[in-house]
C-alpha cells in the first residue's frame, strides 16, 4: 500500500468517482488508506484541515438526504472546500430544465467538485460527461452508491483489520438497492464472500452472475458469516405486490438477536441508516454497542469522504 | 463578576445549555457578560473571530424559523465554526426515522455543538442525553427557549444598567409561551419583579407558583413596570376556543401608546418577534425607536449566541 | 477607464444597486474593469481570496432561483465573505410577517450586504430605505435585473471588445422581462443599438420611449444585429389569452439556425436561462459552442456578483 500512496492510482485514471464497478483494487485500496488518517483528525478537538482551501464543492442533491449530504458537507468544508448545497426540490428544474442544462450552468462557475445523488441511475454517468470537473456519485437509482461500500469497507477493516476472507451476508430489497450493488462488488473485490438474502419478490434475477450466493432463508443464508448487512425496506414496497406486510416481512426477514445467532459468534451488524427499527431490524439490536456498527458507519463515512474530496480534487 | 470570569461556572458543571431553569446565577452572567464583549464586535467593520475555528456546528431546526436560525447561524460563522444548518422537513424524517436516530447520526459526525428547535417540549433534553457534543436549545414546544431569554436580559441591561428591581410584564399567550417561561426564570433570578398579563384562556393554571403576579386587566398588569415585553399570538389561537376574534384581543390585550401609559413614564416595550402588527401590538408603537426595543433585541441576539457557542463549547 | 479606478465612481455614490437605471456609465464601467479581474482568479486552481473577510452576506431569495443564488453565493465564498442564504418559503412571512419586518430583522443582525430577489417591482427599493447595509437587486418583479444585464455586458466585451456600435436585439417576452428592461438599459448606456422582438402581446406599449426600435416580425428585428439575445418563456404565459401555443410560438419567434441567419453572419446568441428548448429556442442552436455564448454569460456571472460585492462593500 505504500507504493499506492507513492504513485497514486486515483490521479493517473480517470477523475470521477461513478461506481464501485469503475474502480480498481489499488484505487479503493487507496481511498481506504488515505480515510484512515481523517478518522483520527474527526475526532480531535479541531476538525480543520486547509488542504483544499480554494476549491469549490457543489451538493446536487435531487432526493432528500439527511445523512450522506450532511457526510459530505462536512467532509468539505473540514477540508477547507467552499461547499454549496443545492436541494433541487427548490430550483429550475420546476422551470423546466433539464439535468445537463442544470449541471452546466453550475459547471460554468467553475466547481472542482460535484456531488450528485438523483433518483435515475446513469445520472452521474451523464453529468460526468458533460461538465470538466469531478464527479462523486452520492447514490443513483438503484444502481450505485460507491462512497456508501467504502465506508463500510471501512468501517470493517477497522474492525476485523482485513476483509480478505471474510463471509458477509446481504440481507434485504436486493432488488431496490445501490448500496447492495456497491458493496457486492467492493467486498468481492476486496475478497470477502458475499451472500445475499431476500425474499423472492426482492431478489434481482441472475444476482448469481455478481459473484454471490443467493438465499431466501435467513438461517441458511447467515450461516457463518463475519458481517450482516441488513439493508433499509422502503415504506412504499410495503404496498403492492412486493410484500404482504410489515408483520410478515419481520417474521421472515427482520434480524432479531436469534437469527443473528446464525452467524458466527463474534459477527457484527451493519446498517447504512435510516433504520426501520422493528421491520427489517429489531430495536435492542440496532443499538447493542457488542454487536452494531452503524454509528461507527456514519463517524467513517465522513472520513471516507474527506478521503475521496482529497484523492478527486485536482 | 470578574471572579465568576477566573473560574468560569460554565466550564465545570454540565456542558448543554436546555433550559434557564437548569443555569445558576452565576451561569447567566457570566453568558451576559462575554455576550457585551461581541456586541462591539458585530457593530465593527470586520466582524470575523477565529475563536472556534475547526470547531463543528449543527444547527437542526425541526420548525420553520427565520431570527433564531439565523442569529446562530452567524454567530457560529463569525466565530470561525463550519457551520450545517438542517431544515429537518427535507430529512431522514419523512423516512420515517425518529428524532433519536436522526440525533446519533449527527453525533456520530462528531459536531462540537448541536443547536436544536423542536416542537415537543424536552426534545432537547432527551438528544443530551444520547449524544456527547454540546446541546443548545433554540426552543422547545411550550418549554424554554434560553437564549431568547438571555438576550432579552442583555437588551435590558443595555438600556437599564440592571435588572435587580425592575419591574417587568410579560404579555399575551402565556400559555402556550416558552419564550413567556424562560423570561420569568431568568427575570425572578436576576432579582426582578414580574408580572404576567393574559386572557383567561391564555393563562397557565398555577402560573403563580412560578413567583409571578397574574392579571387579566392590562390596566392592573402594567401598572408601575419598568419594562413591558409583547408576546406573539399565534394565527391558530385565533381560530377555536381560546380567543373570539383578533379585534377583541386586540381591544383588550393589544398594546397601544394608550395601553403603555398605564406603565412607568419611561417604559420600554420588548416582543420576541415576529409581530402582528394591529394584533398583539400597534403597529407605529412597534416602531417608535423611543420606546421598542425590538430590533436591538435582535442585533444582540447574536452576541448572546456567540457567547453561548464560545462557552459551551468545550 | 484608469481615473475610473483611482478616484471609485462607486465609493462616491449611493450604496445599493438597484437597478441599471440608477447607475451612472462610470459605475457601470467600474464594475465590468473590476470584474474582468475575476475572470482569471475563476479560471485558476485555487479560487478564494479574503478580501472580503469578515463581512457577511444574506442571500434573500423569496423566488426560487438556481444561477443567480448559487452565482452570488460563489461570489461571496470565493471573496471571504460569510455568505447565509435565505430560502423565504421556509420563514416568518408564512406566520404573517412583512417583507419590511423580515429586512429589518436580518439588517439588525449587522448584515454588510443583502442579496434580494422577490416577486414584487421595487421591492429592493423598499429594502434599501429601511436598512443601513447595502442592497444588490438579484431580480425584482418585471423592473430589473441589474447584475444580469452587467454579466451580459461582459459577457458581449469578451468576445467583441466593446459595445459601443453593437446592433443587439432582444427577443421574446419583452413584457414580463426585468432581463429586457435591464439590458435595454444598460446597453443603450454603453452605445449599442437595440431592437426588441416579440408577439404584440407580450411587447409593452411605450416601449419606444426607452430608446429601442421594436418588431413583430424576426426576420426585420434581427436584420444586421451582432447579438440575438434570447429570453425565457414562463410556461405560465403559455395558457391564456398571451399566445395561442408553444408550437405556433416557436414557429414564429423561436430561434432556428434559419432565423438566426436574420441576424449579421458572426452574430452571437446569448441567453439569461433557463432555457426552454424547442420553445424560445432551437436545441442545438442552443449548445453550438461557435454561437452560443450561454455557459460563457453565466461563468462570468460569477466574477460580476464578485466585482459588485467588492465594490459596493464598505
Given at each position: 500500500?505504500?507504493?499506492?500512496?507513492?504513485?497514486?492510482?486515483?490521479k493517473?485514471?480517470?477523475?470521477?468517482?461513478l461506481?464501485?464497478?469503475?474502480?480498481?483494487?489499488l484505487?479503493?485500496?487507496e481511498i481506504?488508506?488515505?480515510?484512515?488518517?481523517f478518522i483520527?483528525?474527526?475526532?480531535?478537538?479541531?476538525?480543520?484541515?486547509?488542504?483544499?482551501?480554494?476549491k469549490?464543492?457543489?451538493?446536487?442533491f435531487?432526493e432528500?438526504?439527511?445523512?450522506t449530504?450532511s457526510?459530505?458537507?462536512?467532509?468539505?468544508?473540514?477540508?477547507?472546500v467552499?461547499?454549496?448545497t443545492m436541494?433541487?426540490g427548490?430550483?429550475?428544474?420546476?422551470?423546466g430544465?433539464?439535468l445537463i442544462d442544470?449541471a452546466m450552468?453550475?459547471n460554468?462557475m467553475?466547481?472542482?467538485?460535484?456531488?450528485?445523488?438523483?433518483?435515475d441511475s446513469?445520472?452521474p454517468?451523464?453529468?460526468?460527461?458533460?461538465?470538466n470537473?469531478t464527479v462523486?456519485?452520492?447514490?443513483d437509482?438503484r444502481?450505485e452508491?460507491?462512497?456508501?461500500?467504502?465506508?463500510d469497507a471501512?468501517?470493517?477493516?477497522?474492525?476485523?483489520?482485513?476483509i480478505?476472507?471474510?463471509k458477509?451476508?446481504i440481507?434485504?430489497?436486493i432488488?431496490?438497492?445501490?448500496?447492495a450493488?456497491s458493496?457486492?462488488y467492493?467486498?468481492?473485490?476486496?475478497?470477502a464472500?458475499?451472500?445475499?438474502i431476500?425474499?423472492?419478490t426482492?431478489?434481482p434475477?441472475g444476482i448469481?452472475?455478481?459473484g454471490v450466493?443467493?438465499?431466501t432463508?435467513?438461517k441458511?443464508g447467515?450461516?457463518g458469516?463475519?458481517?450482516?448487512?441488513m439493508?433499509?425496506?422502503q415504506n412504499e414496497r410495503?404496498?403492492?405486490?412486493?410484500?404482504?406486510?410489515k408483520r410478515?416481512?419481520?417474521?421472515?426477514?427482520g434480524?432479531?438477536?436469534?437469527k443473528?445467532?446464525f452467524?458466527?459468534?463474534?459477527a457484527?451488524?451493519?446498517?447504512p441508516g435510516?433504520m426501520?427499527?422493528?421491520?427489517e431490524?429489531d430495536?435492542?439490536l440496532a443499538d447493542?454497542?457488542?454487536?452494531s456498527?452503524?454509528?461507527?458507519?456514519?463517524e467513517l463515512?465522513?472520513?471516507?469522504?474527506m478521503?475521496c474530496l482529497k484523492?478527486?480534487c485536482?
Amino acid at each position: 500500500m505504500a507504493t499506492a500512496k507513492k504513485v497514486s492510482a486515483i490521479k493517473n485514471t480517470p477523475k470521477h468517482l461513478l461506481g464501485i464497478q469503475n474502480l480498481s483494487v489499488l484505487e479503493a485500496k487507496e481511498i481506504l488508506t488515505e480515510a484512515k488518517s481523517f478518522i483520527k483528525l474527526n475526532r480531535g478537538s479541531s476538525k480543520k484541515l486547509d488542504i483544499l482551501r480554494g476549491k469549490t464543492q457543489i451538493n446536487l442533491f435531487f432526493e432528500p438526504s439527511t445523512r450522506t449530504q450532511s457526510s459530505f458537507d462536512l467532509a468539505g468544508k473540514r477540508l477547507g472546500v467552499d461547499v454549496m448545497t443545492m436541494n433541487m426540490g427548490n430550483s429550475a428544474l420546476k422551470k423546466g430544465e433539464t439535468l445537463i442544462d442544470t449541471a452546466m450552468t453550475l459547471n460554468a462557475m467553475h466547481p472542482d467538485i460535484i456531488v450528485i445523488r438523483h433518483q435515475d441511475s446513469g445520472a452521474p454517468n451523464l453529468l460526468s460527461q458533460k461538465v470538466n470537473c469531478t464527479v462523486i456519485n452520492a447514490g443513483d437509482g438503484r444502481r450505485e452508491h460507491p462512497t456508501q461500500a467504502l465506508l463500510d469497507a471501512l468501517t470493517i477493516i477497522n474492525r476485523k483489520d482485513s476483509i480478505e476472507g471474510l463471509k458477509i451476508a446481504i440481507c434485504g430489497d436486493i432488488l431496490h438497492s445501490r448500496v447492495a450493488r456497491s458493496n457486492i462488488y467492493l467486498m468481492n473485490m476486496l475478497g470477502a464472500e458475499v451472500n445475499v438474502i431476500a425474499p423472492k419478490t426482492l431478489m434481482p434475477r441472475g444476482i448469481d452472475n455478481l459473484g454471490v450466493k443467493s438465499f431466501t432463508d435467513m438461517k441458511k443464508g447467515l450461516d457463518g458469516c463475519d458481517i450482516v448487512m441488513m439493508l433499509r425496506l422502503q415504506n412504499e414496497r410495503m404496498q403492492g405486490s412486493f410484500l404482504p406486510s410489515k408483520r410478515e416481512y419481520y417474521e421472515f426477514f427482520g434480524l432479531t438477536p436469534e437469527k443473528l445467532k446464525f452467524a458466527k459468534k463474534d459477527a457484527l451488524l451493519m446498517h447504512p441508516g435510516p433504520m426501520n427499527r422493528g421491520v427489517e431490524i429489531d430495536t435492542k439490536l440496532a443499538d447493542d454497542i457488542n454487536v452494531s456498527l452503524v454509528k461507527e458507519q456514519v463517524e467513517l463515512g465522513v472520513a471516507v469522504r474527506m478521503a475521496c474530496l482529497k484523492l478527486y480534487c485536482k
